[in-house]
């Protein structure tokens, strides 16, 4: 890509919606402010083959800020059954705005309104409500007005994902992963001792059986590993029933990895999935793309991965990353990038929470590269969540 393509190619975010369960159930895809027209740049990205295709089983919402500048032959190629168009609900004020919409209801697209829009809204065939209700709820009519799922925004707690559920929201999104509730965290003292000596076991790349040892005294993530083994992704030709076994079918490097991943994968107490499964193997995943895209060495990959992991390990064990640090024997480039988001890691590492254009000219990553990378670790990502 030439470096006036790269200047025009959006910067794009994507971020996952989840049900009550902390299952992901569609994306969406937001472009950065300097897209331009912002709208554009996502649909013509979505109309990319490759794209809806990664997504699966998930649907995608496109925000359109505009609709009224919106046709239906700029829709062609969009299957109507994956695609959810969200408007704000000051547009749908306007009478042609909601025949516009209405017309695209019949061509079988959902329309999701962005706020209140009372009796517009039902005239624009919208089927749903998208809401901010980070500290309020819409009345009770505005949910009963739409079929649904209904989606409460900027959700900062899943106690208040609870309350929004019983007010008729089903569909949430948020930072709220990155603050588990206290009392949930499955780290009692035994807990987290155990998962730290398993982490040190895996950083310095200990024999197969202290492994199993170890693993022994943890069921659930027994269970976890077994499960994955012998899930779809395999495809075995008969069933793994033993740590021994898994270990030939995964190998030491890949099951470094899985295990890694897997220390995410406890259900919490109320037996919901634990929401920074997904979120860690999109930063390993990404990380490691990204370096792939630097031509890094295959060591350097590994020490990638592991980056994106373990950091989300404070929040997962409730614990300052300095104290887990200071419990593994990692690299010290590891050390740098999860401390202070220092060196080569580190840069990658703060580009995977929040990526911007001048990030990742310094890294010497193009936007269109972003974007490939970022496709592929949200892809890898799903896959995990339905494996595990």
């Not at 569909?171 to 965290?185: T, V, Y």
């Not at 220390?263 to 930063?283: C, E, H, S, T």
């Amino acid at each position: 890509m030439s470096a006036s393509e790269s200047s025009l190619f959006p910067l794009v975010a994507l971020q996952a919606v989840s049900n009550a369960h902390n299952e992901w159930v569609v994306l969406t895809i937001e472009p950065s402010e300097d897209a331009g027209d912002v709208w554009q740049s996502a649909l013509s990205l979505l109309k990319t083959t490759e794209v809806l295709e990664s997504f699966l089983p998930l649907d995608c919402i496109l925000n359109v800020p505009q609709p009224a500048q919106l046709e239906l032959s700029q829709l062609d190629g969009l299957p109507p059954n994956r695609v959810v168009l969200r408007v704000p609900a000051a547009a749908v004020a306007e009478v042609p705005v909601q025949k516009k919409l209405a017309s695209y209801t019949e061509a079988g697209y959902r329309i999701m309104i962005d706020g209140l829009a009372g009796m517009a809204a039902t005239l624009s065939g919208a089927k749903s409500l998208m809401y901010d209700a980070s500290s309020s709820l819409p009345p009770v009519l505005a949910l009963i007005g739409q079929p649904g799922p209904h989606l409460a925004s900027n959700m900062q707690s899943e106690q208040r994902i609870a309350e929004c559920a019983k007010a008729g929201f089903s569909w949430f999104s948020g930072d709220f992963a990155l603050h588990p509730p206290r009392d949930l965290n499955a780290n009692d003292g035994t807990s987290r001792k155990r998962l730290l000596a398993l982490l040190g076991l895996l950083a310095r790349d200990a024999d197969s059986r202290e492994l199993e040892v170890l693993l022994k005294q943890d069921p659930a993530l027994s269970y976890h590993l077994l499960k994955l083994v012998n899930s779809a992704a395999f495809a075995l030709s008969s069933p793994i029933h033993s740590f021994g076994q898994a270990i030939n079918v995964l190998g030491r490097r890949q099951l470094q990895r899985w295990l890694q991943l897997l220390l995410y994968a406890r259900q919490q107490d109320d037996g919901k999935a634990n929401p920074l499964l997904p979120l860690a193997a999109v930063r390993a995943a990404q990380m490691e793309a990204l370096g792939k895209a630097l031509d890094w060495e295959r060591d350097q990959l590994d020490m990638a991965f592991v980056t994106g992991v373990f950091s989300l390990l404070d929040v997962l064990l409730d614990m300052p990353m300095t104290e887990i640090v200071a419990a593994l024997s990692l690299d010290l480039d590891v050390v740098m990038a999860l401390l202070d988001r220092g060196g080569a890691l580190g840069e990658l590492l703060k580009l995977v929470e929040r990526p911007d254009r001048a990030a990742l000219e310094q890294a010497g990553i193009d936007p269109a590269t972003y974007w490939a990378t970022q496709l592929q670790a949200y892809q890898w990502a799903i896959q995990v969540s339905r494996n595990i």
